[in-house]
């Protein structure tokens, strides 16, 4: 299983972005799906999950700014950012948990990551 993540780059305060991670390969269920990120020197921090069912979590930080949403069909999952602000700066990863047959429980799998860099 293979994930792409595109969609970053640079924008300036109070922009948006939008995110998005294509899964490709044996895929029988995705489980769950995320967004994580790393700023320079930091470690890396979740930013907002949804589950199969469409139940959806966020970090304090991006409630109400970012939205997290998912194309069951494309496998693919997004990343809507908006209000955005140099402490957004980071590289964006996805991530997505994966069963390959039906009786696979299933393990992570991580995208490459995307800069998202904002100015301001």
């Known amino acids: 299983v293979q994930l792409q993540a595109s969609g970053g780059g640079l924008v300036q305060a109070g922009g948006s972005l939008r995110l998005s991670c294509a899964a490709s390969g044996r895929i029988f269920v995705i489980n769950a799906l995320g967004w994580y990120r790393q700023a320079p020197g930091k470690q890396r921090e979740l930013v907002a999950t949804?589950?199969?069912?469409?139940?959806?979590t966020y970090a304090d930080s991006v409630k109400d700014r970012f939205t997290i949403s998912k194309d069951n069909a494309k496998n693919t999952v997004y990343l809507q950012m908006n209000s955005l602000s140099p402490e957004d700066t980071a590289v964006y990863y996805c991530?997505?948990?994966?069963?390959?047959?039906?009786?696979?429980?299933?393990?992570?799998?991580w995208g490459t990551g995307t800069l998202v860099t904002v100015s301001s």
């Open positions: 991530n997505m948990h994966v069963a390959t047959t039906i009786t696979d429980l299933g393990m992570d799998y």
């Open positions: 949804i589950t199969r069912g469409g139940t959806t």
